[in-house]
């Protein structure tokens, strides 16, 4: 298994950026999609983004998309999430998590999404107010 530390969260206001980063240990890091998920206390797991092992398929919930671009940099072992136009429902514990994915180069993050991935980080505090 991978071990996922995140960083990068902090205070941002409404309109503004942050990026986060998963940075990962472990032999088989090529084998791993990565997503993240966020969750707000009292509701459940979401979902945010994913990306595959090669980087060739990327994933989005609608509730992102056109504001969050998911990359990752394999020499490095990260993955990044780089939210831009934030609002203040992004406000969320983010966590990364890892599948193994030796077989089919894809990742998902719809419903239940959470229950594929087996390797999580700590997570980290992203709050946008003003």
């Known amino acids: 298994q991978l071990q996922l530390v995140e960083s990068g969260g902090g205070l941002v206001q409404p309109g503004g950026s942050l990026r986060l980063s998963c940075a990962a240990s472990?032999?088989?890091?090529?084998?791993?999609?990565i997503g993240w998920f966020r969750q707000v206390p009292g509701k459940e797991r979401e979902g945010v983004s994913c990306?595959?092992?090669?980087?060739?398929?990327?994933n989005y919930a609608d509730s992102v998309k056109g504001r969050f671009t998911i990359s990752r940099d394999n020499a490095k072992k990260t993955v990044y999430l780089q939210m831009n136009k934030m609002k203040p429902e992004d406000t969320a514990v983010y966590y990364c998590?890892?599948?193994?994915?030796?077989?089919?180069?894809?990742?998902?993050?719809?419903?239940?999404?959470?229950?594929?991935?087996?390797?999580w980080g700590q997570g980290t505090q992203v709050t946008v107010s003003s």
């Open positions: 998590a890892a599948e193994l994915r030796v077989v089919v180069d894809a990742c998902y993050i719809g419903p239940r999404a959470d229950k594929l991935y087996t390797s």
């Open positions: 472990g032999h088989t890091w090529d084998d791993y999609a």
């Open positions: 990306i595959s092992r090669s980087a060739s398929s990327t």
